[in-house]
């Protein structure tokens, strides 16, 4: 015996060693008390994290596809503008043949037809011989017109 009342010749090594992993770090869990517990993973958490990684990454593409659209739709619509505008020059009297990359002014006159001329509102003097200015407008390499200004500088 010892001095704390424990006799070795009653320990039982066989039924100990039956305690012991021959394996330990094959055990699914920690075999000693300073050992990382291991916890089985919850499959419904698991799940749930992925579908909502999986819904984020969707909306952020539809949010970006959208901003797309948004884009196209405004491109698509600055497209139609400046066609009927083009439109609208090409039915107005000219005495000239616009070249691409020139500016010209466009005028309504008091019949109600538009006409496009060469000389710009300030160059008219203090009266204009039209009922109003609608605009500068530059001739585009693809034969449309885009307004470049709408204002007589003072």
């Given at each position: 015996?010892?001095?704390k009342g424990?006799?070795?010749?009653?320990y039982d090594?066989?039924?100990?060693?039956?305690?012991?992993?021959?394996?330990?770090?094959?055990l699914?869990y920690?075999?000693?008390?300073?050992g990382?517990?291991i916890?089985?993973e919850?499959?419904?958490?698991?799940?749930?994290?992925?579908v909502?990684?999986?819904?984020e990454?969707?909306?952020?593409?539809?949010?970006?596809i959208?901003?797309?659209?948004?884009?196209?739709?405004k491109?698509?619509?600055a497209i139609?503008e400046?066609?009927?505008?083009?439109?609208?020059i090409y039915?107005?009297d000219?005495g000239?043949e616009?070249l691409i990359?020139k500016?010209?002014?466009?005028?309504?006159?008091?019949?109600?037809?538009?006409?496009?001329?060469?000389?710009a509102p300030?160059?008219?003097?203090?009266?204009?011989?039209?009922?109003?200015f609608l605009g500068?407008?530059?001739?585009?390499a693809?034969?449309t017109w885009?307004?470049?200004?709408?204002?007589?500088?003072?």
């Amino acid at each position: 015996m010892t001095k704390k009342g424990f006799d070795i010749s009653q320990y039982d090594f066989e039924k100990e060693a039956e305690k012991i992993a021959e394996k330990p770090g094959l055990l699914p869990y920690a075999h000693t008390a300073g050992g990382v517990p291991i916890k089985p993973e919850d499959k419904g958490k698991l799940k749930t994290r992925a579908v909502q990684a999986m819904y984020e990454q969707s909306d952020m593409q539809l949010s970006q596809i959208k901003e797309q659209i948004d884009l196209l739709a405004k491109q698509a619509k600055a497209i139609q503008e400046r066609t009927q505008l083009s439109e609208r020059i090409y039915l107005a009297d000219m005495g000239f043949e616009p070249l691409i990359g020139k500016s010209y002014f466009l005028y309504n006159r008091n019949e109600g037809m538009d006409t496009l001329s060469m000389v710009a509102p300030e160059e008219w003097g203090k009266k204009l011989p039209f009922k109003k200015f609608l605009g500068e407008v530059k001739l585009l390499a693809d034969h449309t017109w885009e307004v470049t200004r709408t204002e007589i500088k003072a």
